[in-house]
């Protein structure tokens, strides 16, 4: 199979729509998945640790949100920055997946 595109060509406007098209879709289907499984999480086991070097599942939840923000923040901003504050709203998985 020969790819489209190759990295020493330019894309055409046509091709980087429909690889913007198709990132959207599933950045939008991706967003709503991922808010349900953190909104899953029990709030009353949020110091669950399996591992004593592993992170809580409170932290979990907000690093996977924050981590996801960051990078889609980055790539508008062109600067990443990933030592996001939580915010008082966003205390419970609930919460999380509301912010």
Excluded at 34 to 58: E, N, Q, W
Excluded at 65 to 81: Q, R, T
Aim: proline share 6%; charged share 25%; hydrophobic share 45%.
């Amino acid at each position: 199979m020969t790819p489209v595109w190759y990295a020493t060509e330019t894309m055409t406007p046509e091709q980087a729509k429909a690889i913007l098209d198709y990132t959207v879709q599933y950045g939008r289907r991706e967003v709503v998945t991922t808010a349900k499984i953190l909104a899953a999480v029990p709030a009353d086991r949020l110091d669950f640790k399996p591992a004593d070097r592993c992170m809580s599942a409170g932290d979990l939840v907000w690093h996977i949100a924050s981590a996801d923000v960051a990078i889609l923040n980055g790539a508008v901003d062109g600067a990443f920055e990933f030592k996001r504050e939580r915010p008082a709203s966003a205390a419970t998985p609930e919460g999380v997946a509301a912010w």
